[in-house]
């Protein structure tokens, strides 16, 4: 028997270094730490010592646990009180929290089998610490608003979703509130704004901004989910996407553009035609035309031989009046 980081005894006759019932609790008190501190930016030792129905030292050598481990800690001014480094998050390490609490675990044990362990243990760490800066790759977001921070009826959109239950929903897009009974289906961002994604009581799916919505209220009536959804969000490629995809749209793009269409998608369910010349014919299919016409105002310089006419009169309209306010 040797010591325990956790208190008590690791237990060598049965090949585990830690009662299971002990490493559970110990994990699963680490995960609920990290997760607060990672939403709610702050935890109180005095208040997990309650939740968990254990004593203050204990606790507290689960957040000393958290911070040697590598884990970013800052003391706040009232006692027992701690948060995160000011601009650090688990998903900038893509760290789930389940992740870095087993993490946090393993390096208590490292501790207790010598420098050696702890040694190797601190090399790993560090890498996946710094895995962030140390990557080849960089993909730049759009940033948006905290969910957590803004949105109150945020846990109740989370339940409907998530047990399938209808929901009502008090909505202020202009200055007059209007209400709607909905099927809630997801939380979605796109170019920076947050949105709730459900179906009305017709079958259609609409889109409606978090930060218009005023007040949510769980019903007790339920719905299913539609099997079609992941296929709907991944042909999107903005906010205006529809179920429906009936409008054919195609044109041409000069050799310029059209090396950068042929390795990246503008458009939904976008194909590329090589044409010998070096341009290339572009297709795509739309439910209606605002998905896809600020892209090609984006490229619009590029762009000719726009069908159907319909469309070819809507961009010339749009370029029109912004020449004129100009």
């Known amino acids: 028997m040797i010591a325990n980081p956790a208190g008590g005894k690791f237990r060598k006759d049965k090949g585990s270094m830690l009662p299971r019932r002990e490493f559970d609790k110990k994990i699963r008190r680490i995960v609920t730490i990290l997760n607060k501190l990672e939403t709610k930016k702050v935890v109180k030792t005095i208040d997990l010592a309650s939740e968990f129905n254990v004593s203050l030292r204990t606790i507290q050598r689960d957040i000393n646990l958290i911070d ?23 998903k900038q390490i893509m760290l789930s929290r389940e992740e870095a609490s087993l993490l946090s675990f393993l390096h208590g044990i490292s501790k207790v089998l010598g420098k050696k362990f702890d040694d190797s243990f601190s ?7 710094s895995s962030e ?8 977001l759009p940033e948006g608003e905290r969910l ?6 945020l846990e109740n959109l989370k339940t409907a979703i998530n047990d399938e239950k209808k929901v009502n929903i008090e909505y202020l897009p202009d200055r007059e509130t209007k209400e709607y009974e909905v099927s809630p289906v997801k939380l979605a961002f796109y170019e920076g704004l947050w949105y709730l ?3 009305v009581k017709a079958g259609e799916l609409m889109k409606f901004r978090l930060d218009f919505i005023n007040k949510v209220t769980l019903l007790d009536e339920y719905f299913e989910m539609p099997q079609n959804l992941k296929t709907i969000l991944d042909e999107s490629v903005n906010i205006w996407f529809t179920e429906k995809r009936d409008k054919k749209v195609t044109f041409k793009v000069d050799e310029e553009a059209a090396r950068y269409f042929r390795y990246g998608k503008y458009f939904p369910l976008q194909k590329v035609k090589p044409e010998k010349d070096g341009t290339a014919i572009i297709e795509t299919k739309v439910g209606i035309y605002e998905e896809i016409i600020p892209a090609m105002l984006s490229w619009i310089s590029h762009i000719s031989e726009i069908e159907p006419a319909e469309l070819k009169t809507k961009v010339k309209e749009i370029l029109t ?6």
């Open 133 to 140: 800066s140390s990557s080849p790759f960089y993909v730049k």
């Open 148 to 153: 957590s921070e803004n949105y109150p009826f």
């Open 321 to 326: 009046s912004g020449i004129g306010r100009i």
């Open 123 to 129: 090399s790993i760490f560090k890498r996946v610490i």
């Open 68 to 90: 040697t481990t590598g884990f970013p800690l800052k003391q706040e001014a009232e006692r027992g009180c701690y948060s995160f480094m000011d601009n650090f998050s688990l």
């Open 197 to 199: 994604l459900a179906y």
